[in-house]
């Protein structure tokens, strides 16, 4: 079992930088996928970014591709999302989730879920 807590969100103006991590308690975490889904007001949550365990390999949304990049350090226990380029559209509660067995792009082939972290992009 793992338990996740997510830190780094807040306030940017469009064309910002946050980097969000993902703090992970448990053990053999390095044999955990995990994404980073996130969720509007009014919408359903949606697939950003994962990575596998090792890390060696990384998949993103098409809406995310080329201004967040997912990263993890298995010796620290966490997961970060930096996102640059910041869009208000990106504005959303991000969730980080883990399991040992992962449809990457599901939500609901994840497991173990954090609280969620808002970040809020300003025109």
């Known amino acids: 079992q793992v338990q996740l807590v997510e830190s780094g969100g807040g306030l940017v103006q469009a064309g910002g930088s946050l980097r969000l991590s993902c703090a992970a308690s448990?053990?053999?975490?390095?044999?955990?996928?995990v994404g980073w889904f996130r969720q509007a007001p009014d919408q359903e949550r949606e697939f950003a970014a994962a990575i596998t365990g090792s890390g060696g390999f990384t998949i993103y949304a098409d809406s995310v591709k080329g201004r967040f990049t997912i990263s993890r350090d298995n010796a620290k226990n966490t997961v970060y999302l930096q996102m640059n380029s910041l869009k208000p559209d990106d504005t959303a509660v991000y969730y980080c989730?883990?399991?040992?067995?992962?449809?990457?792009?599901?939500?609901?082939?994840?497991?173990?879920w954090g609280q969620g972290t808002q970040v809020t992009v300003s025109s």
């Open positions: 448990g053990r053999a975490f390095n044999s955990y996928y």
């Open positions: 989730a883990a399991d040992r067995k992962a449809s990457l792009r599901v939500p609901a082939s994840y497991d173990y």
